[in-house]
């Protein structure tokens, strides 16, 4: 006992056996510390209360030997109350005020700080080797943080209590770490987690903090059955963190429950959200999953921005002031069986391409069920159920949008279409008792404030077309079909019976229009989408009906369409005709194909071998190509196939590839310093040409295209398509120009 058996802490730690234990007497304190403990087992502890422990500067109490116990001291003023530096060890019950960092675990494995009190102090517990644990332990108004954890795999942080702290725990490059009933109150930030990997967090709660969580640049962390509430920027933040799971978890009244951004394969499960600004919000991000999560208020339930290859399964968001799901430039994104109620707007994507929303459920929006604004392609939206809205699916200023066996019942329109470019579809779908089954517009919706104040205005397409309207159902409403534009729309096998309501505007009926109604399609290159206004132009001028397909796809595409009946017509080569059982009308156009790389490539010294990579267009010989490179000395390192030669070039100019494979008709980058390799095999040529469902005939079809051959030479439609490419013109003017200049329609 010190001071009775001995003077000081140093003389009694110079005497001190190992498994002894020294025993300081309140009463004496407060007592001199910057001793050092060297003895294993020593158990350091008080009587009569707490004594106190207190160094001018420097460490308070350092342990260097292993299994040393520390007990119920209190540690105020200095740097460091207590440096710990052996293995299992125990420091417990000790009060630590006004110093830089309380207890420091700098070296070993196994030690343990458990029921300590952390007050005014910069850092409560840092805790910098791993295998180490902190619990059971308060803190409160620490100016850096409660506990930090540094480069320390494998340890456990449990039971903490976070008052006012301004980082609650920290944890830097750590794999490992467990954090686990935590609470955290009125700080900057609950918990940051900085780089490392398989963190979990589980049963911890934050309030009213900027931000509950925060991971950066981790991988592989969990959060579960946590509660992060009031949070003034964001519940839980993950700025480049990857395959993390947030699962179970509550949000109340946060400005944002989740924010993801700059990260991939994160996935928010099981999770509630109320009140918050925006229940989950992804920006940027790749692989995503957000699956059974229920919202209610706020502004949006779901928001996701510049992300790709996201899923969003069974979310349910009710009552939301803007909208349940918001995907906006975003990719290959799923929205499948989402429940959305009393929100404005169900499902808005705006400016995307290749999402789908399917087996959704949508009441009650008085703006519009489903939105598919500005689409780039293939938006889709299938087999939903909206009831109540506005506009039941809305598709608008998209090309190749589809609205798909949907059930749309009691909505103002049923399906509303506004400046859709080609390729749109709206094919099986039930309208029911709603005051216009299918409504469509040039003008109308397109400035709605909800579509405006969200920086969505409708854009205008090249051309405006017609969408293909098939095998609709209608029954019950006021107006069956409205047609509000100057461009004939042709229904198709829709069941009109039972009382549609009447066809208002240049609607077209099958049995009236049919015949003179022409499907025509093409594939996306450049020379294709000329070749196909060419003869679209040509055909309106002969009075033809034309379901515009121009650009719908890959030669598989089209081969898929001709199978389902859209597709009448098509720009294609003989293959393809061959293929879609069509008839192959020759134009006599030729196109060949070659291959061209930077000069200093062609340039080569003759029998020196070269290592290429080849970007390859749909459609091109893969086989001919390596062979002609083979037999001209190049090793060929890869192929990378791409859907156009525009694409093939892009990789080109972008380094990507040492070479392209491009059609003769597309080869216009050539002009700007790429030159054919000189030395090569003829590559096969392929002919251009018409080809022609056998359904279809008609003395309108055969003059318009014999007299466009007529004029249309290989050197001419390289011009066209140099306009479109080089100028940057649509390909629609350019061809219109072209057939006035040459005569072959009307200024009319």
Not at 82 to 102: N, T, Y
Not at 147 to 164: F, K, Y
Not at 204 to 221: D, F, N, P, Y
Request: glycine share 12%; proline share 3%; charged share 20%.
């Amino acid at each position: 006992v010190v001071p009775r058996d001995a003077a000081t802490l140093s003389d009694a730690l110079e005497a001190v056996v190992e498994g002894g234990t020294i025993a300081l007497d309140a009463r004496w304190g407060p007592f001199l510390g910057g001793v050092s403990v060297s003895v294993p087992g020593v158990v350091l502890r008080s009587i009569g209360g707490d004594a106190v422990l207190r160094a001018d500067s420097g460490v308070t109490l350092t342990v260097v030997a292993d299994g040393v116990s520390v007990d119920g001291l209190a540690f105020d003023g200095g740097e460091v109350g207590i440096l710990v530096q052996g293995s299992d060890c125990r420091v417990a019950r000790g009060r630590f005020e006004s110093l830089s960092v309380g207890v420091r675990v700098a070296a070993g494995t196994g030690s343990v700080v458990e029921g300590c009190t952390f007050r005014d102090a910069g850092v409560g517990v840092e805790v910098l080797a791993p295998g180490n644990a902190v619990q059971g332990a308060r803190f409160q108004r620490l100016a850096e943080a409660a506990v930090r954890v540094r480069n320390a795999s494998a340890c456990l942080l449990a039971r903490l209590d976070l008052d006012a702290c301004v980082l609650g725990v920290v944890i830097e490059n750590s794999d490992g770490v467990r954090l686990d009933e935590a609470r955290a109150r009125d700080g900057d930030t609950g918990i940051r987690i900085t780089g490392g990997a398989g963190a979990a967090i589980e049963g911890c709660a934050v309030a009213g903090s900027r931000v509950g969580i925060e991971l950066r640049q981790t991988k592989g962390a969990s959060i579960a059955a946590c509660d992060f509430r009031d949070s003034a920027e964001a519940g839980i933040l993950l700025d480049g963190a990857e395959r993390t799971l947030v699962v179970a978890t509550d949000f109340p009244a946060c400005r944002e429950g989740v924010h993801a951004s700059r990260g991939q394969e994160n996935a928010v499960c099981d999770s509630t959200f109320s009140s918050c600004g925006v229940a989950i919000a992804i920006d940027g991000e790749a692989d995503d999953l957000i699956a059974r999560d229920s919202a209610r208020g706020g502004l949006v339930g779901v928001s996701l921005r510049d992300a790709s290859r996201a899923q969003i399964l069974r979310a349910a968001v009710r009552a939301a002031e803007g909208a349940g799901v918001v995907i906006d430039r975003c990719e290959s994104v799923q929205v499948l069986d989402a429940q959305l109620a009393g929100c404005p707007a169900g499902v808005v994507v705006a400016r995307s391409s290749d999402v789908t929303v399917r087996r959704c459920e949508v009441e009650d929006a008085v703006n519009a069920g489903i939105a598919l604004l500005n689409g780039i392609s293939g938006n889709t939206a299938a087999e939903n159920r909206v009831s109540g809205a506005g506009l039941g699916v809305f598709l608008a200023g998209s090309s190749r949008a589809s609205a798909l066996e949907n059930s749309i019942v009691h909505c103002r329109a049923g399906v509303a279409l506004c400046r859709l470019g080609y390729g749109a579809r709206v094919e099986g779908n039930s309208l029911v008792d709603c005051d216009v089954g299918i409504a469509w517009s040039d003008v109308r919706w397109a400035e709605d404030a909800w579509i405006a104040d969200r920086g969505w205005a409708i854009e205008r397409p090249a051309s405006a077309t017609a969408p293909l309207v098939l095998d609709n159902a209608l029954r019950g409403s006021r107006v069956g079909v409205r047609n509000e534009t100057e461009i004939p729309l042709l229904l198709a096998a829709n069941g009109l019976s039972g009382g549609p309501g009447p066809l208002e505007g240049n609607v077209h009926l099958p049995a009236a229009d049919r015949a003179k109604a022409l499907g025509i399609g093409t594939e996306r290159s450049t020379s294709a989408l000329v070749l196909g206004r060419l003869l679209q132009w040509m055909l309106v001028e002969e009075g033809v009906l034309v379901v515009d397909l121009i650009g719908l796809g890959s030669e598989r595409e089209l081969v898929a369409a001709r199978a389902r009946g859209d597709l009448d017509i098509a720009w294609c080569d003989e293959d393809t005709a061959e293929a879609a059982l069509w008839t192959f009308w020759d134009s006599s156009l030729d196109d060949a194909w070659s291959i061209v790389a930077r000069p200093e490539l062609a340039r080569r010294a003759a029998g020196s071998p070269v290592s290429v990579s080849v970007a390859l267009p749909g459609g091109a010989p893969a086989e001919s190509v390596a062979q002609s490179l083979r037999n001209g000395g190049y090793e060929v390192r890869s192929i990378q196939v791409v859907e156009t030669t525009a694409a093939a070039e892009s990789l080109l100019k972008f380094g990507s590839v040492d070479c392209a494979v491009v059609a003769r008709f597309e080869e216009t980058l050539t002009l700007g310093g790429f030159v054919p390799l000189a030395g090569l095999e003829a590559l096969p040529s392929r002919a251009i040409g018409l080809c022609v469902s056998a359904e279809v005939s008609g003395a309108a079809l055969r003059s318009a295209f014999g007299r466009l051959v007529a004029h249309l030479s290989d050197a001419a439609l390289r011009d066209l398509v140099s306009r479109v490419r080089l100028l940057g013109r649509d390909p629609s003017d350019v061809a219109m120009e072209y057939l006035l200049r040459e005569g072959l329609i009307g200024q009319s």
